[in-house]
């Protein structure tokens, strides 16, 4: 059995200062390295909530774990807390990312509702329902990477969604509702 830990990071040239606030980012000439615990396997690497650097680590049993601020000894239970806490900060990260892509696009066919009214014309119903997917994008949950696709006829303007699924998943979650990605092939 392991001991489960959460520590942040310690400054590179006093290791026994334990980088838990944005002052210790913010002096240029220090870095950060993991610290100096016997054992110490890095698992997870997360930024709480005001921005900092900290892991999920695991060490021996039998190993010492030093009584400092920035380190600490955790239950499953609180590992799963952690995890979960930081999985919803990137989730609402995600919906944000969704929503400014959603809302290029919405934008982008803006002109199609507005003649359709100036002019009386009816709008498609595939048409409507696909701006409807397009604005429930952020309450129906993340489980692809694309959006969805526009009705025939409809042309989106080139290159408004080509980051979309690039900038999506670069919003890392530890337990990710994304499908991974296809391993790339090697000749």
Same mark, same amino acid.
């Given at each position: 059995m392991a001991q489960l830990l959460k520590h942040y990071w310690v400054d590179r040239d006093n290791p026994s200062v334990y980088a838990t606030t944005?002052?210790?980012y913010a002096q240029p000439r220090f870095g950060t390295i993991a610290p100096q615990i016997a054992g110490l $396997?890095?698992?997870v690497r997360l930024v709480d909530e005001n921005g900092i650097n900290y892991c999920l680590s695991q060490c021996p049993d039998d190993t010492v774990v030093p009584d400092v601020d920035g380190v600490s000894v955790v239950t499953q239970d609180e590992w799963d807390a952690e995890i979960a806490a930081f999985d919803a900060r990137q989730t609402t990260a995600r919906r944000a990312v969704q929503r400014k892509y959603? $809302? %290029?696009v919405l934008k982008d066919t803006d002109w199609?509702? &507005?003649k359709a009214k100036e002019t009386g014309a009816n709008l498609s119903a595939d048409f409507k329902n696909w701006r409807t997917q397009l604005r429930d994008l952020p309450s &129906?949950?993340?489980t692809t990477d694309a959006?969805? %696709?526009a009705p025939s006829g409809v042309v989106v303007t080139e290159g408004i969604a080509d980051g979309?699924?690039?900038e999506l998943r670069g919003t890392y979650l530890v337990n990710d509702p994304l499908p991974p990605l296809p391993e790339p092939e090697f000749p």
């Open positions: 944005a002052a210790h $396997d890095i698992q959603r $809302d %290029a199609i509702v &507005v &129906v949950g993340i959006l969805p %696709a979309y699924p690039a």
